[in-house]
């Protein structure tokens, strides 16, 4: 007899509460690191893979937003993301901490987040941080707005699900562990990015979460920017650290 929906549905909630177990470090070898690396390069270089794979980043960027407001007790209306890498946070809340919290942690998050995954691969979290942003992607779809945000977090969500159902840990631990690289990687080519806006492109700043911060903070937008920078440089470095570690 073929498996019934709440069969399936069992076996899912199953394999996300199995990830949350510790599970032994799979031994790395220099050459499947180096391999993850290359793939995660190749994942935020070329303009090719970079014009998908930037959706995620974006979309990390913007969850970033939305959780720093959340944090602050904002109300969350909804987020929007562009297959132009545009992204918009709609929240609403008393105060300006709120919001001026809210803006800074776009830009940093990927870098946090891929420092956060790669962490979990080191202390034999893969599995928890896999169920957890299957978890937090399915989530996210409350509060997507537009055709782009949704299309990206129902891939992601997939993907998420069936390796959280079907995938080995030490498969996880490699997907987990190339994912944390590619954001690291990403969350630099982003932060060159917006730098560009404010050196090259100045025509778009009005884009840019340093100066929209700088509007009304009176802080310059140079400082915010560096600040960006100071999370990102600080999550890759302790990145880079983690998967020195990890080498055998």
Known sequence: MDPGPADLAAN?????????STTQLP????PV???ILIAAVLLSGPRQTWRWFGLYVTFIHELGHAFAALMTGRVVHGLRIGLDHSGQLLSSGRGRF?????????YPSPAVVGLALIWSVSA?????????????LLVALVFLRGFAGIFVAVCCAAIA?????????ATVSHVVLGLGMALEVGAVRDWCKVAAVHTRRRNRLASSDAFILSRSTGVPSWLWL?????????SAALSVRLVWSMLI
Do not use: E
């Open 12 to 20: 899912w909630w199953h394999a996300v509460i199995s990830g949350f």
């Open 27 to 30: 031994p790395i070898s220099t």
């Open 33 to 35: 690191v180096l391999g």
């Open 98 to 106: 709120g919001a001026i919290w809210s803006g800074f942690w776009g």
């Open 124 to 136: 034999g979290h893969s599995g928890a941080a896999m169920s957890i942003g299957a978890l937090v």
């Open 161 to 169: 699900q069936l390796l959280l159902v079907f995938a080995n840990a």
């Open 226 to 234: 560096f600040g960006f920078a100071t999370v990102i440089a600080t």
